[in-house]
């Protein structure tokens, strides 16, 4: 092992400069984890931080030679364990690779390292007048490779879909260390299958994603946003329903429930009404915003809300906005651990899973918080518990599976937008079935046939 | 060879009723085209009608048993020859299952079987006030199942995207028989690798599409068309850009050059002004869109435009939008046979695309007409050639690889929306690369491992 391990740095520093390979333990113990909890990690036996396409071509070639593990790293705010090192394997680390090569407003694409950085990009593209709407809640830390590999959402997709609709074109070094582009650059394009689309998701485990061509929007008029007080969290959600139901496309619709709403006062006193059951936030970025809001303001008190509060400005719909992104950080200050899950309901079934997720936490004694997507129907309960505490650690996994089990009971999904990591494997299997399985085993050994990328991760 | 088809014709019997196969050699020989030309067509040993998925299974056990290619159909309105039957094959028609089994309209979606054809589906969820944006100029009479084979666009894209951004699920049958569900009915879903979208596009090499989980939109307001005359296509090019660059949304952004212009007067007397040399349409389905017309009629004057002319109302807009739905039917009178080109470049190319097309047509000395959906860069070059001429037919035949050579010059691709069938097989190697072309025939093992499932289409 040790012979092997020497081997490995030998070969990896023949075609890298000193700087981007790590070799010293302390140090790439540090690159173990992502953000999830729960999750084995491995001790990595080399970092490397490839600032090329061909450095990242010579560690692929590499590894193959030596049959050692890779796993690709972005900014490790994954919630799933996805980035997490497997024992003795290379962290590849993307973090380097943070140049935006091109933006371009009449073709409407943004061509980029994987390591640039979410908010990065967004505020390159707005200086253009333009606009890229994923937009997760880490969007100041998270790098656009790390979103594709995750196919991350964020606030935006109500009205703006999640990263997979942004990605035109990538180019990948495969396992073997070739290199392949996919995708265009143009608006349509339908030559051959969609392997762009299979990348986006993929968690590292089919190819390295170096390089990727992003399609824009024109930027929209700044979003105004609304604060909605229920009595409880179903009326929250048939106002959701009605909303959609009468055709409102909100640029933002999101649910924060009572024990959200006080762990955000808590944290950060943003003055959320405390005794609410949940908290609607509607957001349009229309012509007329006014108008929208005034319309879903009905449509709210007629399902029940006791009080609706319209934003006086951009910056008070800011502040709305901060409050929601603060959620998940706050519900984390409740207990010494937290487990994010990451149901993805129809819309209509919303208020069912709610109530279910309620009725678990109960059975199970514990404190879940959640905070919603509501108008993707996609909900983040997050299951609160003291990591020390070993019968509530293991009541707190059974209630993150019964959330799960629910979920697929409501014809919904075990993940909308964080992945599928090493947390929910076994949960993948459930949702996808017998045959989606074997034909997804299929795909990673086209791309992969040795194994090497990634190991261990989605199934 | 006889008692292969005799044991195939007893085989199918024993799992269909009578009404579903068609053995009659005579009414076979009917379906073993699309509407391409110089595509080769072999003849099908039998045409299958089901109406349920089990039928749809027991065909493919069938096939499978048997070793037999499987060719699927729609209503057969295909530009590439990807529905042509192979010789020997089964011809699995899937237009009898047409239903429409849910429209929901807060959860926007609607569930469908393959055959329903798109304007029957259009009409059914604007019934609900929602809309199914794709829209091919053939969507009177294809389906929706074709129109996911082959991933179609449409007008609506430059603002809407194209089929592929509609599916949110498939129910699939394997080349096995085996039954498979991709995808979700939710708004948002990551879980594994993005099967669905690898079937979209796939042009029936994959699997057979027995169902479609198909998100839905709000109906958007009545769109407002205008018509702009360019003393030039390079002029009308770059009002397309200027357009795009400033901001604009269109809902759909045309480009008929002289050529087409005149044929679809010839035809229909639309009334279109016989000596542009470009006529670009606009319109906006926005809540004002008179003032965004007027806008884009500035650009389109500052751009070279020598007359600009908004459409009175509504119905003046829809007879603009016939007018180029016709514009292929219309180039095709002008000589005995067409072929239709594809190319999608960058917005920024389309003026060199549409000279460099001008140029081929003068080398060949060929008609060639272009219609194009301009704002996404996307054009249809229509080769006019008689069919009886040989010479000519060379010559029509070397004009249109020449056309998408100079696409793949300009960082375009092959084909924006017709899919690449048996017409464009060998440029599909050149634009994807060996690599590329390695990895897309991997995955053609993983789902048909046998090759029954149209062979011979795409690489």
Redesign the interface.
């Given at each position: 092992m040790d012979d092997l391990l020497t081997r490995l740095h030998e070969a990896l520093r023949a075609g890298l400069p000193a700087e981007a390979l790590i070799t010293d333990p302390d140090v790439t113990a540090s690159y173990a984890h992502d953000m999830a909890s729960f999750c084995p990690a491995g001790t990595p036996a080399a970092v490397v931080l490839p600032r090329t396409v061909e450095q990242v071509q010579h560690v692929m070639r590499t590894a193959t030679a030596l049959r050692v593990p890779v796993v690709p790293q972005g900014a490790r705010t994954g919630l799933s364990g996805g980035a997490n090192a497997s024992e003795g394997c290379i962290v590849l680390s993307l973090a380097k690779m943070d140049r935006i090569v091109e933006i371009?407003?009449?073709?409407?694409?943004a061509v980029v390292e994987p390591g640039v950085v979410n908010a990065v990009l967004s505020r390159a593209v707005d200086d253009h007048?333009l606009y890229y709407p994923p937009d997760p809640s880490s969007w100041e830390m998270c790098t656009i490779g790390g979103n594709i590999g995750?196919?991350s959402?964020g606030l935006c997709?109500?009205k703006y879909?999640?990263t997979?609709?942004y990605v035109l074109g990538l180019d990948v070094v495969?396992a073997d260390g070739?290199?392949?582009?996919?995708g265009?650059?143009?608006?349509?394009?339908?030559?051959?299958?969609?392997?762009t689309?299979?990348f986006?998701?993929?968690e590292g485990s089919?190819g390295i994603v170096v390089g990727a061509t992003l399609a824009l929007?024109?930027?929209p008029p700044v979003q105004l946003a609304l604060a909605a007080e229920f009595p409880s969290t179903a009326a929250a959600c048939e106002a959701v329903?009605a909303i959609?139901?009468r055709?409102?496309?909100p640029s933002l619709l999101e649910l924060m429930d009572r024990t959200t709403v006080q762990a955000v006062n808590a944290l950060a006193n943003m003055g959320l009404p405390n005794t609410t059951e949940a908290l609607l936030l509607c957001a349009f970025d229309?012509?007329?915003p006014g108008a929208d809001l005034a319309a879903v303001g009905e449509l709210c008190v007629a399902a029940g809300a006791t009080e609706v509060v319209p934003a006086e400005d951009a910056a008070e719909s800011e502040l709305l906005l901060q409050a929601r992104r603060l959620s998940l950080t706050a519900l984390e200050t409740i207990k010494s651990a937290t487990m994010i899950d990451d149901v993805?309901?129809?819309?209509?079934k919303l208020a069912a899973m709610l109530d279910g997720t309620s009725a678990i936490a109960e059975k199970y004694g514990l404190t879940i918080g959640v905070c919603a997507?509501a108008?993707?129907?996609?909900t983040h309960p997050v299951v609160c518990f003291d990591h020390a505490d070993e019968d509530e650690s293991r009541r707190a996994r059974e209630s993150f599976d019964e959330i799960m089990a629910l979920g697929l009971a409501l014809?919904?999904?075990?993940?909308?937008?964080?992945?599928?990591g090493v947390l929910k494997k076994e949960w993948?299997a459930r949702?996808?079935?017998p045959?989606?399985?074997e034909?997804?085993r299929?795909?990673k050994?086209?791309?992969d046939p040795l194994g090497i990328l990634n190991p261990g991760k989605?199934?």
């Open positions: 371009n407003p009449v073709d409407r694409i007048g995750t196919a959402g997709c109500v879909g999640v997979a609709e495969l070739r290199l392949l582009s996919t265009r650059r143009t608006a349509k394009g339908v030559a051959g299958y969609d392997l689309r299979l986006v998701g993929s089919l929007r024109p930027r329903c959609m139901e055709g409102h496309t229309t012509p007329d993805c309901v129809p819309r209509t997507h108008g993707d129907g996609n014809g919904g999904t075990i993940t909308g937008e964080h992945g599928v993948l949702e996808l079935g045959v989606g399985v034909l997804q299929g795909i050994r086209t791309f989605i199934f």
